[in-house]
């Protein structure tokens, strides 16, 4: 008994030796990996970063901290810096990238990175490289002779660490909480800037080996970028919207990028709008719910800041916009300012081979000139597409046409369906539309014609206005083909002094009368078909002019050409010289009656 008490006494005490001997070799491990490695980690890993970026840029730090047993390090004070004197010379080269970057942060954090594989077998493999509140700063300025570049390295990064290592892998890259820089250097005047801050970025799986420069599956030696950033908000620089959303993901590896509920909001009520300017000025509103990208190409856009997507939906969602006829008019010339010419002179780069509008609510209001009423016209349930949107020559020189094929609830009664076709490469901003309007009730325009045109439809059946237009800067010249029925309309006035509107009953009467065709065809079958020739007034936007050539075929078809306009006017003159007599008569009686009283 007492000689097996011994034994197992003696195995214990040469246990605890051995894993004595072991802590202590683990201590000696750490302590050597933590005192005699940290100056010569430090002074590699910014001969490492000198050699591979070719004298571009140095990292600074102030400490070094390696644990071992943990398998975790860190950097503190961490500093990314480019040397401006060798940026200069790579321009003279033209060897100099378009992105030049400055990154600074507390600390640089490493998670698990495997020392013993690192002694065993010269590969140093990292779970996670951690970016702390990192602030970083990229400027961009592009470069003709990188126009051609690809996502890979021109000379393998494996060139310079083959020496130290057989692989550097690192399976993610966190920036956490960034605050992010850019500042564009490629316009004549002032830098432009744009700030984000609480950005995310995760890069996955960044490889250097004997192969990875050359695999084509790896965005310059990544298998993927992954972005996120949430509750975004910041104020236009013009002081008049907030533009928000909720939340941003993107990844490179599949180009789909998701924004949910974005909404450009005005700061501003809409009777204030435009008053701190001093003049009457759209005033937008939008949200969207969700606004989805598909086919992104990242290394097109860091390398030239160029936008390129296969296809854009915007889903479920509302424009709204508003202009308040109490303010001023600023009289600014407007030719040159169709969507499809300001998408041609914005200095952004971009092709957006498919856009998809699913659900969207457009409406259009102006406040009267009195501000007494609003009125309101609204293309509802929109859906539809856009092809072609672009402003890059090489793209136009193949195909010049954008076409968008829409359709919508007008007023929520009738039908719409409209297509558009802008050509891109027209000096004259020519573009064409051609629709149809079907099955609509009349009554439905009186949230627009009563507060703005002062006219109210009584009936009216629109069974098909069908029209054809080509236009450019100048002119546009078409057909409306406007079939109704049982049209009876009221002309009204505001009563001074009261928001309240009552019916002319002589001018109503007249234009029913004199004017109207009460239906189209008429009831000898005959039908109008208007020609319309319509100068465009080099102050009226792109959406006025469309109003404004429909309106002439609308009038032209229901009667109200300029003839009939002469003639209820000369009617309405005559009326007006019959009721002056009489009142003149009258007069002369009331001083005779009161000339006999004397």
């Known amino acids: 008994m007492t000689v097996n008490v011994g034994k197992k006494y003696i195995i214990l005490k040469w246990f605890a030796a051995a894993l004595l001997f072991v802590a202590l070799i683990l201590i000696g491990i750490t302590w050597y990996f933590s005192v005699k490695l940290k100056p010569i980690v430090t002074a590699e890993l910014k001969e490492l970063v000198l050699k591979t970026t070719e004298n571009l840029y140095q990292v600074d730090f102030s400490a070094v901290n390696v644990n071992v047993l943990t398998g975790i390090s860190s950097l503190s004070d961490v500093t990314i810096t480019p040397d401006t004197a060798v940026y200069r010379q790579l321009i003279a080269l033209k060897h100099a990238p378009n992105n030049l970057y400055k990154i600074k942060l507390k600390k640089l954090a490493v998670r698990n990175f495997h020392p013993f594989r690192l002694w065993r077998d010269k590969k140093l493999n990292i779970d996670l490289l951690l970016f702390d509140n990192p602030s970083i700063e990229m400027t961009n300025r592009q470069f003709d002779y990188n126009d051609e570049k690809l996502p890979h390295p021109i000379k393998s990064p494996y060139d310079y660490i083959e020496k130290y290592l057989k692989e550097l892998r690192i399976k993610t890259v966190d920036f956490k909480n960034a605050s992010f820089k850019y500042i564009d250097n490629n316009t004549p ?281 080509k236009a450019n800067d100048e002119v546009a010249k078409g057909t409306v083909s406007f079939a109704y029925k049982d049209l009876s309309l009221a002309v009204l006035k505001r009563v001074k002094g009261e928001d309240r509107l009552v019916k002319q009953g002589l001018i109503s009467f007249l234009a029913n009368a004199l004017v109207i065709n009460s239906s189209n065809p008429s009831v000898d079958g005959k039908f109008v078909t208007a020609t319309v020739d319509y100068k465009r007034v080099p102050t009226a936007s792109f959406f006025n002019f469309i109003w404004k050539t429909l309106f002439q075929g609308v009038k032209y078809s229901v009667g109200f050409t300029p003839a009939k306009e002469k003639k209820i006017k000369e009617q309405i003159a005559k009326f007006g010289k019959i009721k002056a007599d009489r009142q003149a008569r009258q007069k002369r009686r009331a001083e005779r009656l009161k000339r006999v009283k004397r």
Do not use: C
């Open 189 to 469: 005047d002032q830098p432009k800037i744009d700030y984000v801050d609480s950005l995310n970025i995760t890069l996955k799986d960044w490889l250097i080996d004997r192969h990875s420069a050359n695999d084509k599956s790896r965005l310059y030696l990544l298998k993927d970028v992954i972005i996120n950033l949430n509750a975004y908000s910041y104020a236009t620089s013009d002081s008049l919207y907030f533009v928000k959303f909720n939340r941003l993901d993107f990844a490179a590896s599949s180009g789909k990028l998701d924004v949910k509920n974005f909404s450009l909001e005005p700061r501003e009520s809409e009777h204030q709008f435009g008053s701190t300017l001093g003049y009457a000025k759209d005033r937008y509103n939008i949200q969207i719910s969700s606004i989805g990208f598909t086919g992104i190409n990242l290394p097109l856009y860091i390398l030239k800041q160029e936008l390129f997507a296969r296809e854009m939906t915007l889903a479920d969602g509302t424009l709204a916009v508003l202009n308040n006829n109490t303010l001023p008019k600023k009289v600014v010339n407007k030719i040159g300012s169709y969507p499809h010419q300001l998408l041609q002179k914005a200095n952004a780069k971009l092709t957006i081979a498919k856009l998809n509008l699913d659900n969207i609510d457009i409406s259009y209001s102006e406040f009267g000139q009195e501000g007494k009423g609003k009125g309101v016209i609204m293309f509802e349930e929109t859906r539809g597409t856009i092809t072609n949107v672009t402003n890059l020559e090489k793209v136009i020189a193949k195909d010049s046409l954008a076409v968008a094929a829409l359709t919508s609830r007008v007023m929520g009664s009738g039908k719409l369906d409209v297509n558009f076709k802008f050509n891109l490469a027209a000096k004259d901003g020519a573009f064409s539309y051609a629709g149809v309007l079907e099955d609509m009730e009349g009554r439905a325009f009186n949230r627009i014609t009563k507060p703005l045109g002062l006219v109210k439809v009584n009936s009216g059946h629109i069974d098909k206005l069908a029209f054809d237009v």
